[in-house]
């Protein structure tokens, strides 16, 4: 297994691209079960991710083509995949398939509506927690789908079709909305859409959607109102920004100092996170290009955060946000209302030197003068980079081990960093 190497004290100065969202591409790709037609959708971001659904898509029929690099572009440069769904040679999506990524368990709403038979696998993906699917299978539930749970699997039919309806989601889900969206853009009839997600890549996801020929409005916002079509088309659609990776890169200039355009940044996806990250102590201004973070020499001040839907501050920033806390002048307290599993960071962030005490869902962290390196063990992809952004930071060498984490959501990470001025780089092989 991969290990990146980093040797801490180096300050971060450049440019680094911003890649296709991860959270976005998924569901887009996903929704590729929808239509006969081809859907093209581009900057779409090199990640295990993305192959390994690739693969799972495959499986249910969909043939896939993937656009060469242009001469002379970045090795990350944005991607375009062509995705036909021609026919459906299956709908079952099996454990060994659907355990390996948590997303895929999504491709439920599509084959449904499309088909009026699915049968999945009950998920697998990060280890943060249960993330119960209840809702989802609510939702499809409303839409007049029968839906039985049998030895791992979810087996829903409508063999008549789904039939609109009104959803009234009991809390906020990101993975909830995405089914509604996808399972009523083919249902006869009106659906409501209450409580809904609103998050950007929810946004992505309604507007390709209509691009397809669905009729879905207010994507964004809490009430979503989608007219059910007899069938969708093909379309061209790029990929947002990942606010998740501007996020944690302008983190990592906070924490190691410096200054670095995030070339392709949007504010509009990170305003609350902007927000901290400004108030500990790092400048971000809004440029044609993107967005510049500058730290100088200055001290950092401890932060309260607190995780919510968006446009609150990202669960998916805490574990970055909180490696940045370790060397505040003074306590911070980080709160994590998503997941109740998602301090397993904090162990290996110890080892560097933190002062981090649990007291179940908060994280009393005081800031240290120094953070020392030391051999460290990711165990999910937003903890994984957690420890890289407090290697940067940290004196001597930290070797971050199973790197496959990082792999499955951040785009050639040792590149973009090393490419700023950190020293970092990957050791390939066991040890």
Request: with cysteine; glycine share 12%; aromatic share 4%.
């Amino acid at each position: 297994m991969d290990r990146i190497r980093i040797v801490g004290g180096h300050a971060l100065n450049g440019v680094i691209q911003i890649s296709g969202s991860k959270n976005a591409a998924l569901p887009l790709m996903i929704a590729s079960l929808l239509t006969r037609e081809t859907l093209t959708l581009e900057n779409v971001p090199g990640l295990a991710d993305v192959a390994m659904l690739l693969r799972i898509l495959g499986h249910h029929g969909v043939d896939h083509s993937v656009d060469g690099r242009r001469l002379g572009a970045a090795p990350y440069a944005s991607r375009a995949i062509h995705l036909t769904a021609g026919t459906i040679v299956d709908t079952l999506a099996p454990y060994e398939l659907v355990a390996k990524m948590r997303a895929s368990f999504w491709v439920i709403a599509p084959l449904l509506a499309r088909m009026g038979e699915a049968k999945v696998s009950l998920p697998g993906g990060c280890a943060i927690g249960t993330r119960p699917v209840d809702l989802l299978i609510m939702a499809l539930e409303k839409l007049g789908a029968k839906v039985e749970i049998e030895a791992g699997y979810v087996h829903a039919i409508a063999p008549n079709g789904l039939i609109g309806a009104e959803i009234h989601f009991p809390k906020v889900t990101v993975g909830g909305t995405h089914t509604a969206l996808m399972a009523a853009s083919l249902a006869h009839g009106h659906t409501l859409l209450v409580n809904a997600a609103r998050e950007p890549e929810i946004v992505d996801l309604a507007d390709c959607l209509n691009k397809m020929g669905a009729r879905i409005k207010g994507a964004g916002q809490s009430v979503v109102e989608i007219e059910g079509v007899g069938a969708l088309s093909g379309a061209r659609h790029a990929v947002l920004p990942d606010r998740i990776e501007a996020g944690t890169y302008a983190i990592a200039v906070a924490m190691a100092g410096g200054d670095v355009l995030l070339e392709g940044a949007r504010a509009d996806l990170l305003e609350s996170a902007i927000d901290v990250i400004e108030q500990a102590g790092a400048t971000i201004s809004v440029t044609n290009e993107g967005l510049r973070v500058r730290r100088n020499g200055a001290g950092l001040a401890p932060v309260d955060v607190e995780t919510a839907p968006f446009p609150g501050f990202p669960t998916d920033l805490q574990a970055q946000f909180m490696a940045l806390m370790t060397k505040a002048k003074g306590r911070s307290r980080i709160t994590e209302t998503i997941f109740e599993n998602r301090f397993m960071h904090v162990q290996e962030l110890a080892r560097l030197g933190a002062h981090i005490r649990l007291e179940g869902d908060v994280a009393l962290v005081d800031g240290v003068d120094e953070l020392q390196g030391a051999p460290v063990m990711a165990t999910d992809l937003r903890a994984s980079v957690s420890l890289v952004i407090a290697a940067l930071a940290a004196r001597g060498e930290t070797t971050v081990n199973r790197v496959y984490h990082l792999d499955r959501g951040f785009e050639r990470l040792e590149d973009k960093l090393g490419g700023c001025g950190a020293l970092i780089e990957r050791v390939s092989g066991a040890g």
